[in-house]
């Protein structure tokens, strides 16, 4: 069974730096595409970063320049830097892991952005 187990959310000011990690326990980590994902009250789940078994990445335009998504394979970890965070990226975040017809999901974890 996958688990996927998110990290280090919490309350930011605006403009402020905050990483979320999400360890995995899974075999073969190295092949999965992992993702991060976010959803805000009220609103749908939205695709936030996700970073594919060779490293190739891609990006919600409203988070490019600002979060970095990174792998570490052999900690079995992804991570998302988030860097100058504004008001409107306050949501719960969510790790994705994929791979064939399989998809996971983590518990999530609040990241608040006070302005």
């Known amino acids: 069974q996958v688990q996927l187990v998110e990290s280090g959310g919490g309350l930011v000011q605006s403009g402020g730096s905050l990483r979320v990690s999400c360890a995995a326990s899974?075999?073969?980590?190295?092949?999965?595409?992992m993702g991060w994902y976010r959803q805000a009250p009220g609103k749908q789940r939205e695709l936030v970063a996700t970073i594919t078994s060779d490293g190739t990445t891609n990006y919600a335009d409203s988070v490019k320049g600002r979060f970095t998504i990174s792998r570490d394979n052999a900690k079995n970890t992804v991570y998302l830097q988030m860097n100058s965070l504004k008001p409107e990226d306050t949501a719960v975040y969510y790790c994705?892991?994929?791979?064939?017809?399989?998809?996971?999901w983590g518990q999530g974890t609040q990241v608040t952005v006070s302005s």
């Open positions: 994705n892991a994929d791979r064939f017809q399989y998809t996971y």
């Open positions: 899974v075999i073969r980590f190295d092949r999965y595409k």
